[in-house]
């Protein structure tokens, strides 16, 4: 029987790839439908998801995904601009088998664009951030960044155009290279640089012009096993 963490995994790799859209209902007899568990189940789930701050009940109509204010959107950015370089500046000197990974992450993103498999293409993207926390070998680190990489994906089908990946895609190689000649001044800096610019492409006046949404059942298959992380 599918367990509540693996519920809880499957709605979050479900919205890295974009496949729930924010404000997406979730309804307790469907999941419980899909996943072969009681409706009991389901709620427990939705209640860890809800104190991580994914999904939010709606008196008389249910459970939701969240859709992140604009104020939320910024303060995301402002959450990862403090984690993410302090993350780098105590890395050390990276392991050249930790070097090895990273640069294989980054060309997997790169033919995940070139083939736009688009939402390989984002859990990647998103995924480079909790890659990085695991091998620097923070349990507790990785965990944040599952959220905040959430999170931010939310923030980013509302406020942001998703045109821009090539470009996320240089930035993760150019840490990477930084990283490999020991430089972690300057991955951090670029860590920052890299933030900022996501950051200065929210677009409050973008809320409200999602692309759509898949059928739950659709978007909850799994995107691919590697994705999928503990929560």
């Known amino acids: 029987m599918i367990t509540l963490s693996a519920i809880a995994q499957r709605v979050v790799q479900s919205i890295l790839a974009r496949k729930i859209s924010p404000g997406e209902r979730l309804g307790e007899q ?121 999170r931010t994906t939310l923030v980013s089908a509302l406020y942001q155009s998703a045109s821009a990946a090539q470009e996320s895609n240089d930035d993760h190689a150019d840490i990477v290279t930084a990283l490999a000649e020991g430089d972690t001044a300057r991955a951090e800096t670029l860590m920052r640089q890299h933030i900022d610019v996501l950051a200065a492409r929210l677009d409050e006046s973008r809320a409200g012009l999602g692309s759509g949404r898949d059928r739950l059942r659709e978007a909850l298959m799994p995107t691919r096993p590697k994705a999928a992380r503990p929560t």
């Open 30 to 150: 469907e999941l419980a439908g899909l996943f072969g568990v009681s409706r009991t189940v389901v709620r427990e789930a939705l209640m860890q998801l809800q104190a991580r701050g994914f999904v939010e009940v709606r008196p008389r109509s249910g459970w939701f995904v969240v859709e992140p204010s604009f104020e939320d959107a910024q303060q995301t950015y402002a959450a990862r601009r403090v984690i993410e370089p302090g993350m780098l500046r105590d890395a050390g000197k990276p392991l050249q088998s930790v070097i090895k990974r990273l640069r294989e992450h980054v060309a997997e993103e790169r033919v995940a664009i070139k083939t736009s498999d688009a939402a390989t293409r984002s859990v990647l993207l998103a995924d480079f951030h909790v890659c990085l926390a695991e091998c620097l070998g923070n349990r507790f680190l990785c965990a944040t960044m599952i959220d905040l990489s959430a």
